[in-house]
């Protein structure tokens, strides 16, 4: 499951009335959607983006001081336990999927194996299973308000994105340090003109929609909690907003990313459950 794509170039539309957030990203040519349906809600989408910028709470800052969001201290102090259940995902590190196994849009960006996945949640929808075999990282976000996807993102050694934009701007990004291997100058992202480097236990809080890559060039896998939650707005645009996330599930790109978790899941817990029921040696 996931949004329309996450993290995936958006395909080429007007610009908003920004100079600093564009459609598409130069050198990247998004995936064909030709359906009506598509074309008409991406339309819809350029649209609001434009209001999204208007009519923005607290600004369109590419990187958020954490401050502006008293909630983001209560799920740092969450780490411990969302660190642990991590690590018990990572026994299977080998059977998780990658991300454009799910979002097939992300093939746009990344087509290795070096970017897996382990969702909660993607745009809304619930992995059950999943958030049985991390209920303490499911306690944890749900402190976060307009909670919209939250996954383990796991870089493996040698990963990089190239830059790229995030598809829509009525959502902010936050990622929580859960395993960040030294040296720090070789593992980093960046946000428009901003290179920021995560902590394990701390929290970075971004707006995808401007142009950012990130890289993880140690020998070690980087793992953050990816969260993505919606931006705030103001009337108009916090009623489009709105609608659009709840329009959003009946889109291909949704549709497409719901189906490949559900044969995923249900391949990786049958393998599960095999391996439990399966008889002891004597």
Known sequence: ???????????????????????????????????????????????????????????????????????????????????????????????????????????????????????????????EQNIRACPETWRAVQKIPGLKTAMFSIFEPGKHLPAHRGPYNGVLRLHLGLIVPEPADKLAIRVKDQICHWQEGKALVFDDAYEHEAWNHTDKTRVVLFVDFVKPLKFPARFVNWMLMNLAIFTPFIREGLDNHKEWEKKFYAEAEALRNRPKAD
């Open 1 to 127: 499951m996931t949004e329309f794509p996450m993290d995936a170039s958006a395909p080429t539309s007007p610009k908003p009335s920004s100079p600093d957030q564009n459609f598409g990203t130069t050198g990247i040519a998004p995936m064909d959607r030709p359906s009506a349906l598509t074309r008409f809600f991406m339309g819809i989408v350029a649209w609001a983006e434009g209001l999204n910028l208007k009519y923005a709470k607290l600004g369109n800052p590419p990187v958020y001081d954490n401050a502006t969001f008293p909630w983001v201290a209560d799920v740092e102090k969450e780490w411990p336990a969302i660190r642990s259940e991590l690590e018990r995902v990572l026994v299977r590190q080998s059977e998780l999927p990658t991300f454009q196994d799910i979002s097939t849009d992300v093939k746009t960006i990344s087509t290795d194996s070096g970017w897996k996945t382990f969702f909660l949640v993607g745009f809304g929808v619930k992995s």
